[in-house]
């Protein structure tokens, strides 16, 4: 007897997760512009659904993804059996979609662009060194340099503009201070 509800396909998923494959779902990380093009072109094909495909195929794809697609389930994946959410074109968003809703998502997508920050001040920070088993945690410190804060980084420059250090906003044992006036 064949029990669905349990086992692994190889190591990396469920027998669920390669079913769910098999459907036309996949993880957000799988699904690239091309195969969401060609997934709402089929249902073009086989169905009613009437959407403004020559619109969708000049979208950008993080756009496309969040127009298009829906979470659909979740399955485990990997020897450790992570849980990974799936997603597959929803055909009702897909009927619903005009070409004023693509144009109100790629004037949100537009107006979310990366907000900078610049200032002085210093920086103290980590450099790790040694090995996995063994790292050592070296503390260093900048003053009185240009910082900004550029997405999820500060970029630390010298004065002629070159790049002096990047580091991530609240990796350990990063801290800025501005300087006053």
Known sequence: MNNMNSGYFRYSMSNRAAEAYENGEKPLSKWTKKAIIEQIEEYIKDSSISCPIEELKKVPAL?????????????????????????SVDQDKLS?????????????????????????????????????????????????????????FYIVTDDSGKEILRKK???????VYRKDG
């Open 169 to 175: 906003i609240g990796s350990n044992g990063t801290h």
């Open 63 to 87: 756009v496309l993804k969040k127009l298009v697609l829906k979470r659909s389930s979740w399955h485990h994946t990997s020897y450790y059996a992570n849980a990974t959410d799936f997603y």
């Open 96 to 152: 619903d979609l005009t070409k004023e809703d693509i144009e109100a998502a790629l004037a949100a997508a537009k107006q979310s662009v990366v907000q900078i920050d610049s200032y002085r001040g210093s920086i103290n920070y980590l450099v790790w060194t040694g090995s996995r088993k063994h790292p050592k945690a070296t503390r260093h410190s900048l003053e009185d340099v240009n910082i900004e804060e550029k997405g999820a």
